[in-house]
């Protein structure tokens, strides 16, 4: 079962920024949040991942505060090339022992 | 990143034949995943593969459907038997990558049509 809860979609226009929270109420003390982008008929891209506070990359942040009970995804001036299905997965990255369970995810759809 | 390499990446198959699909991986990793995305849907996790031991399988997934075989480090495969309309999807493989901090990465993906 998977142990995340992400909004079914998100709409946004050319150039704000947008933020998809992610829910994980169950996480364990080793598990780390990751977070993907796929686009049609392709397999999810890493984006970002990270266990507490704020990682920053060259594409998005991502924020996780003190109970680690949920993080959000925040992308930077979207552009149309940004409409794609984000997931967020959290596992265990000492023992994954094959139980990664992906939730439903989120259609973010960007509009000119 | 990891580099991983998927075959076919598109087919279109007859139902009651047999497709196997390749994985290869750019370096050794232990875990191995191979999951199926039916249209529209989210990722289902078919099976896990540890090289040196039989594949385990989620409910729902029998070794008589999907075989799979794990001969080596860098290599997986995943078949797909006695096809039918309904087993229509992407699969995937991803993999456990050691050098990233065992973060997840996907292949591109087997579009697998049925008819």
């Known amino acids: 079962l998977a142990k995340t809860t992400q909004p079914i979609s998100m709409d946004s226009y050319e150039g704000q920024e947008v933020n998809i929270t992610c829910s994980h109420n169950?996480?364990?003390?080793?598990?780390?949040i990751t977070w993907y982008q796929q686009f049609p008929s392709q397999g999810p891209r890493f984006i970002i991942q990270?266990?507490?506070t704020k990682v920053t990359n060259e594409v998005a942040s991502l924020f996780i505060p003190a109970d680690r009970k949920s993080s959000t995804l925040s992308l930077p001036r979207v552009s149309l090339s940004d409409t794609a299905v984000y997931y967020c997965?959290?596992?265990?990255?000492?023992?994954?022992?094959?139980?990664?369970?992906f939730g439903r995810g989120t259609q973010l759809t960007v509009w000119p | 990143s990891a580099v991983i390499s998927q075959k076919p990446s598109r087919d279109i198959c007859q139902r009651g034949t047999s497709l196997t699909i390749q994985c290869q991986v750019d370096?050794?990793?232990?875990?191995m995943f191979w999951y199926r995305q039916q249209p529209g849907q989210s990722l289902t996790l078919i099976a896990t593969?540890?090289?040196?031991?039989?594949?385990?399988?989620e409910s729902g997934f029998v070794i008589d459907k999907f075989p799979i075989s794990r001969p080596n480090l860098t290599f997986s495969t995943l078949t797909v038997s006695n096809m039918s309309p309904e087993d229509s999807s992407i699969y995937l493989c991803?993999?456990?990558?050691?050098?990233?901090?065992?973060?997840?990465?996907f292949g591109e993906g087997s579009w697998l049509t049925v008819v």
């Open positions: 370096s050794q990793v232990t875990m």
């Open positions: 593969a540890n090289q040196g031991s039989e594949a385990t399988y």
């Open positions: 991803s993999v456990e990558y050691p050098s990233s901090g065992n973060t997840i990465y």
């Open positions: 169950n996480i364990a003390t080793n598990d780390y």
């Open positions: 997965l959290v596992y265990d990255r000492g023992s994954t022992l094959g139980r990664l369970y």
């Open positions: 990270g266990y507490k």
